[in-house]
């Protein structure tokens, strides 16, 4: 078994205990996994502390190309990271390799970036000037859906920003982070990015502890809601990535054979295990009967099987719970719908459970008003545009949303009247580091991506001065 260490204070060290990681497609135990103690929490935290002045004052020219140099690991180490990814978390290795791909895009993207002074006036009266100064140490709270590309997300602008972080992976795909993090652990002063794992029980102290400024957290809209009460008592800045039940909304002259790959692909990525994946199908009662035949004829071709074999097209569940969770939603679609496509688990050691598309349901079911994160999606058929909107409104999350039309004038007007953070048209699930995305209602606080995504990392300061 490969052995993997936590990062502190530049250290490569054993956690006080360790735990367990599964590989979910196996369900055979992968590493020995080191699990930090709140005293190496608290060690963390007082290492990014520490390092935090000097890096800071470390010219932002120095930082970026620091951060070009990670992408440069990370571009090296393609390989090993995807196949690490691939065991604990279970995606197939092509997308466990655009994964580590992804990460690497993010950490050259913001190694492009700057954080200029503005000048807000320069008058006979005053000159006002706007400058972005970094927080301090950053708690950087990820889940197991994405490991190291969410990791990305918050990491480089974090760094470019001139902060310090204590980075806490998911309990359930802590390797590859940690494999990350050793190859790292040169690059960068020590202390100025530390890697802790728990097993869920080190988040709270990390979102309590007086000495982090900050948390930029992603994973589920109950667990938001904790860090956001903790934050309050230090008043630390928060960004929150929450759970959400994106509507697809296909419009009646949209031609089901053309539209339904893309719809396929942005429900049952990674299994259906992403925060903005499609979680709730409304089509059009024209071509309801088409368009469901079309999406259950692709769950039944899909290739499910263990992601390192090559050809799998889709994985098992991440864990344990994640399959018990989903294997409560088939119940729930056989009680309020027709299954046409899969609605099984797959008789064998691991996690899988087979595409499946749920016709004649609609709002009430348990698949429908929650997110159901794994591989089932339901199919809801409407008959006007008005109602279609409504009712992809009526939910309490905001993640992101998509309109699926052959007029595009016609699309791009219903989307303005979705209720999310992003409205796709003809397509779901495109994102790049440029483009900013957060969402709204329930479903965050907050964007990632983007110069505004780098801003939240950063603390607004005017120098105001007398003429
Ligand atoms: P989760 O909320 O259970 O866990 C996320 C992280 O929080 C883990 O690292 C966990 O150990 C930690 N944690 C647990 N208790 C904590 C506490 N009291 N304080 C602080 N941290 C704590 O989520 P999950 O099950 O790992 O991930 C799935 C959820 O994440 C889904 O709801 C999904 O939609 C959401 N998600 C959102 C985005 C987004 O960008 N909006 C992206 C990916 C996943």
Redesign the pocket.
């Known amino acids: 078994m490969e052995s993997f260490k936590l990062l502190i204070d530049g250290r490569l060290v054993d956690g006080d205990t360790t735990m367990p990681v599964i590989n979910p497609a196996t369900e055979e135990t992968i590493a020995d996994c080191p699990r930090a103690s709140l005293g190496q929490l608290n060690q963390a935290v007082a290492a990014a502390k520490a390092a935090f002045p000097a890096w800071a004052a470390t010219p932002i020219g120095e930082r970026r190309k620091l951060i070009g140099q990670i992408a440069d690991v990370i571009e090296r180490n393609t390989d090993e990271l995807a196949r690490i990814l691939t065991q604990e978390q279970g995606k197939p290795i092509a997308d466990a390799t655009g994964e580590v791909q992804g990460m690497a895009g993010f950490f050259r993207y913001f190694a492009t970036l700057d954080l200029p002074v503005r000048v807000i006036e320069d008058s006979a009266g005053r000159r006002a000037e706007a400058h972005r100064r970094p927080l301090g140490v950053i708690g950087a709270?990820?889940?197991?859906?994405?490991p190291l590309l969410?990791l990305a997300?918050k990491l480089p602008p974090a760094l470019l920003a001139g902060n310090t972080l204590v980075v806490?992976?998911?309990?359930?795909t802590p390797l590859a982070s940690l494999r990350f993090a050793a190859l790292i652990a040169d690059v960068l002063p020590k202390g100025v990015v530390n890697f802790i794992t728990?097993a869920?029980d080190?988040?709270?102290a990390?979102?309590h502890h007086p000495d982090v400024r900050k948390?930029s957290?992603?994973?589920?809209?109950?667990?938001?809601r904790?860090?956001m009460a903790?934050a309050a008592e230090t008043l630390k800045r928060i960004t929150l990535?929450?759970?959400?039940n994106d509507a697809g909304v296909v419009l009646d002259d949209a031609n089901p054979a053309t539209v339904a790959q893309g719809i396929f692909n942005g429900a049952f990525q990674n299994s259906g295990?992403?925060?903005?994946a499609i979680k709730r199908l409304y089509v059009h009662e024209s071509i309801y009967d088409a368009m469901c035949n079309e999406l259950a004829q692709l769950a039944d071709a899909a290739i499910v099987d263990d992601g390192s074999k090559q050809g799998t097209q889709l994985g098992p569940l991440q864990n344990r719970m994640?399959y018990e969770k989903v294997k409560g939603f088939l119940e729930d679609a056989r009680k309020n719908g027709n299954i046409i496509a899969g609605g099984d688990v797959i008789d064998r050691p691991g996690f899988f459970i087979r595409p499946t598309i749920v016709r004649d349901i609609a709002e009430g079911s348990r698949l429908v008003d929650e997110?159901q994160?794994g591989p089932v999606l339901p199919v809801l058929k409407y008959a006007s545009t008005d109602e279609a909107i409504r009712r992809a409104n009526a939910t309490t999350y905001g993640?992101g949303a998509s309109v699926w039309s052959s007029d595009t004038d016609r699309a791009h007007d219903v989307a303005t009247q979705l209720e999310a953070g992003t409205v796709w048209i003809n397509t779901h699930l495109d994102m790049a580091p440029h483009i900013p995305?957060?969402?709204s209602k329930h479903?965050?606080i907050g964007v990632?991506f983007g110069e505004e995504g780098l801003a939240e990392f950063t603390q607004l300061q005017v120098i105001n001065l007398a003429r």
């Open positions: 709270i990820v889940p197991w859906n994405y969410i997300f806490k992976p998911a309990p359930t728990d869920n080190l988040g709270d990390l979102t948390i957290f992603t994973g589920s809209t109950a667990t938001g904790k860090v903790s990535e929450l759970g959400g295990q992403v925060c903005l994640q997110e994160f993640l995305f957060g969402g479903s965050g990632e």
